[in-house]
């Protein structure tokens, strides 16, 4: 696609049960990040997927987060047992590495709201 | 650590004035640095980006950035500031080596009054 496409745009959740969210990122970009962006703060790295290198999980707040990339496509964010804490858009980019066009393209986010 | 500060949380200007964001990076090594910009209900927009070369450049919406490596800055700057600007600021870095992950300061949230 044109862009980064994120999904679902709103999820409302109750607390205790997982969610998955999605990215797609823009073609052929290797490097793939997820973001949370609680209210009225600013992004919290969570993890980095750069083609197939080991993926930097150095920002994931807890073992209850965890992401897979399928090659250099789509990525989902898993949350389990979810916490009213974990309320908050979370955002994904891709980006080219390495070159003059690095630039990290972002989706417009999906917020999720525990109840 | 490797981080971003970003030392004013909220400015606030008047239209017309002249506007400097503070960015300061922690690592020694030239990174890439980049500042982004989130309008109420948007997502994320890139204004500019340094890598190597001419440490002042040039962004969209009329502003520009000056990597000054003595002081570990990346200041971003605009000579008039519109009504249509205010938003909050993001300085970003990729730092290379072991990982190019891309780091965010906490943002500076900008006010343009009348």
């Known amino acids: 696609g044109a862009g980064v496409s994120q999904s679902p745009s709103n999820k409302v959740t109750e607390k205790g049960k997982d969610v998955e969210l999605r990215c797609d990122p823009i073609?052929?970009?290797?490097?793939l990040y997820w973001y949370r962006q609680r209210l009225g703060q600013g992004l919290e790295f969570l993890i980095y997927?750069?083609?197939?290198?080991?993926?930097?999980k150095s920002g994931l707040p807890s073992d209850r987060f965890s992401a897979e990339r399928t090659g250099e496509s789509v990525s989902t964010l898993t949350i389990q047992r979810t916490q009213q804490e974990d309320s908050a858009v979370y955002l994904c980019a891709s980006s080219h590495i390495g070159t003059t066009n690095t630039e990290a393209f972002f989706g417009q986010g999906t917020r999720l709201t525990v109840v | 650590a490797q981080s971003v500060t970003q030392p004013d949380i909220h400015i606030t200007v008047s239209e017309g004035a002249s506007l400097e964001l503070r960015c300061n990076y922690s690592y020694g090594a030239t990174p890439y640095l980049f500042w982004y910009v989130q309008s109420p209900g948007q997502g994320l927009q890139l204004l500019l980006k340094?890598?190597?070369?001419?440490?002042l450049v040039q962004g969209i919406k009329g502003f520009e950035a000056e990597f000054k490596r003595s002081q570990s800055s990346f200041n971003l700057r605009k000579p008039s500031v519109h009504w249509s600007d205010a938003a909050e600021y993001f300085c970003a870095v990729i730092y290379g080596g072991a990982t190019n992950k891309l780091i965010f300061g906490t943002g500076t949230l900008l006010a343009v009054q009348p």
């Open positions: 997927f750069q083609g197939n290198s080991a993926p930097d």
């Open positions: 340094y890598f190597s070369g001419d440490t």
């Open positions: 073609s052929g970009h290797t490097a």
